[in-house]
């Protein structure tokens, strides 16, 4: 909020009472940080260099488009005018229109270029530009989006623009910055803790170049250092080296800054510096929640209808028993959507959810208090419980009651549109049925059994309902311990299969064995010889914190000396890449770690460090987690904050159903991408502008490969913020 206000007093905005709608905007782009509201992506850079705005033009199709966003909105009906200086060195027809809250827009208004580079004085008038039956309102207009054509079969080169102002326009602010904003400067966008690990990594410095900490906004010098050696990271073929400023530990707000290149993004040193963000990320669970209006007063600008009740579900054959043969429906209502599309999978609620319910497990006395402004905040249970609960609930519903088999996923046939989830009303059903949902399911309803149990006065019963459910799913899972998933010939959606069990059974056995003290969870069950960072698929080592969580509990079955040595064997492998080895100082240090949602890796990894730090005190992991969300927030060859909402430099297009479908500019907030990844994507004609593991990412809505958002991403990254937060606190 206060960010928005500065920024928009720094644009010079008209308000003629403190609550009057806005009659005006302009950008002189003379602040030296090229404001939020312009949004630019892979086919329009934009940056602001030299007190105007550069366009870089990477061969847009006449579909792509630019922004200015007009936040919240602007009311133009007095003076629907907007007027800008252009010159263009590329020949090209520049195409402007208004759109008003509801997507309404007005004619297309063209101008046409001849690329000599002189400045032409642009004024559109609007008003002239309405067809009647579109009904524009011109009083609430929220952006003016550009596009362009072109003759040529490629549209590259640059267009310049300058003075734009739009309705009565506002007074320019004389605040300039004499340093052009530098992309060759990557650090975490949010900031620093005083007392934390503070490094930027440089793109191509200069051999003992000294980089320089200034305040914002007069540039005041308050530290001076010296960049180190340069090193190339093999994931991005750049040339990189470390700017610390760790010494620096006074609050405020920065930039970097480097002769020759100019200045960072700013960023702040404070404590709590990531508390909105580990909030955001776990609130986003309550933007994934199916069968529920979300009302303003939670949602804000996201608010929509309920979607996909789904409380008359149909059972696919795959899915079929006895009690609930083929075409017959069930209810199975609640839950939360899986990521940008619409499906709910058990498979990836399992790791999701044991993942956020774990972040209550170990920090309690945190968790206790914290508030996500949800709908359930002012009952007695913790926010996040109450989060976890609504998809607790539907993983119940997804237990076929007779033979205790765990339905695999409950979806359409296929992947419906880009539009808001009320806008769907295709068929959908529950499809088939394995091991892995029995005993994913398992764990997380042995894990919820022992958590509920301290709730039993506001949630009677639940605690018993739990450990029934969830022995009655490892039953069925030792007699079928070999059913792999795979879609039937009718059904595309996500597949979530896998063909190895070993580590499901280990995890299960482990929530099972902690929440039961039954020896039948224990005999043959021991640790395993090899652990990994956890994923959808691989989850062994979900067992392996629990245990590490209840070491007294358990060292009667086990050789809790072990349990500790396996955390560390990880974690020391993972501290040495981001302390020591890795040029960028960061976690991701295998070809491998650059998988579809290389971010929730990254995040994974983290979640191994902080387990260790638990475990030890160890400083040496804490930095290293911490250098975990610092990739995640702009320390990466990308230089895109992953994490919608927070950072300058913000993923504005995931391929999220909801974002896209949704009229508002911003995508929903708190939401991590998916991240780059070593292959090629299998989207048609959406391809990435390049070709390193570290650097192959598209922020588009086509992009599901590498931006899409889901929930097993989500939830490591509320653990590793919420985590850090708490274990950073002063
Ligand atoms: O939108 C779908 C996304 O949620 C999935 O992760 C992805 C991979 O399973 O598939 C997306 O759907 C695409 C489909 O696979 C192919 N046709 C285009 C769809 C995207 O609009
Ligand atoms: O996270 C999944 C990733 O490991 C797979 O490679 C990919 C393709 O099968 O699918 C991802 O999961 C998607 C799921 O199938 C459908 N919902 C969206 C998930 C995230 O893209």
Partial sequence: MVKRLLFLASMGLVFSQATAQLTGLSDNFEDGVLAETWIGNEKFELFEVKNRLQINLKDPSEKEQFIWKLAPSVDLSAHPILDFKLKSGTVLTLIVQAVDVDGKTTDEFTVAEIGDLRTKE?????????????????????????????????????????????????????????????????????????????????KDAPAGASFKIAQVPS???????????????????????????????????????????????????????HHEVAKASAKLFYFQRTAMPLEAKYAGIWARPAGHPDTKVEVHSSAASSNRPTGT????????????????????????????????????????????????????????????LWNVRWMLTMQEPTEGFVYHKLTAHNFEG???????????????????????????????????????????????TCIKAAEKAWAWAVKNPNVAFTNPSDVVTG??????????????ANELYVTTKKEEYTNGYPLANSYGVPSWAMVNTLGLYTLNNYKKEVAAKYDTAQITAKILKMADEIAKEANVKSPYRVPMGTYYDFVWGSNSVCANEAIVLINAYRITGKQDYLKAAL??????????????????????????????RPSAGDKVVEPVPGMLAGGPQNTNNPESGCAY???????????????????????????????????IEALMKK
């Fill in 418 to 464: 880009m539009t808001l989830p009320h806008e769907h009303t295709a068929q959908r059903l529950v499809v088939g049925k394995g091991t892995a949902a029995a005993l994913d399911f398992a764990a997380v309803m042995a894990q919820s059994a022992r958590i509920f149990k301290k709730f039993n006065k506001e949630l009677p019963g639940l605690s018993d």
């Fill in 122 to 202: 642009i004024s559109v008038d609007f008003s002239k530009h309405v067809d009647k039956a579109k009904a524009i309102n011109f009083k609430k207009i929220n952006k003016i989006v550009f596009r362009v054509k072109s003759e040529d079969p490629t549209t590259m080169g640059i267009m310049y623009f300058d003075d734009v102002k739009i309705g009565t326009g506002g007074p320019s602010n004389g605040d300039t910055s004499p340093f052009p904003l530098s992309y060759d400067i990557r650090l975490n966008q949010v900031g620093f803790y005083p007392a934390g690990q503070k490094i930027a990594i440089i």
């Fill in 329 to 388: 429906f069930v209810s199975s209502s609640k839950g939360w959507y899986d990521a940008g599309d619409y499906g709910k999978y058990i498979v990836n609620s399992g790791i999701s959810t044991y993942t956020l319910l774990s972040l209550y497990e170990q920090f309690p006395k945190v968790y206790d208090t914290v508030k996500f402004d949800i709908p359930e905040s002012g009952n007695k249970l913790p926010d996040i419980l109450d989060e976890c």
């Fill in 689 to 723: 502008s390049s070709d390193f593991p570290a650097t192959k990412f598209k922020d588009n809505v086509c992009s599901y490969s590498t931006n899409e958002i889901a929930i097993n991403w989500n939830s490591p990254l509320a653990y590793v913020s919420g985590a």
């Fill in 495 to 508: 597949e979530y299969g896998d063909g190895n069990f070993t580590d499901e059974f280990l995890w299960a």
């Fill in 219 to 273: 540039y005041k010098i308050v530290y001076t250092g010296t960049i180190g050696a340069a090193a190339q990271w093999e994931y991005s073929e750049e040339n990189v080296s470390v700017a610390d400023f760790t010494a620096f530990t006074q609050e405020g707000e920065y930039v970097i800054l480097i002769d020759g290149k100019g200045r960072s993004f700013n960023f702040k040193i404070k404590n709590q510096i």
């Fill in 627 to 656: 250098s975990g969300l610092d990739y995640l927030l702009g320390r990466n060859a990308t230089m895109y904050s992953f994490v919608t909402g927070y950072g300058s430099k913000q993923v504005m297009y995931p391929h999220h």
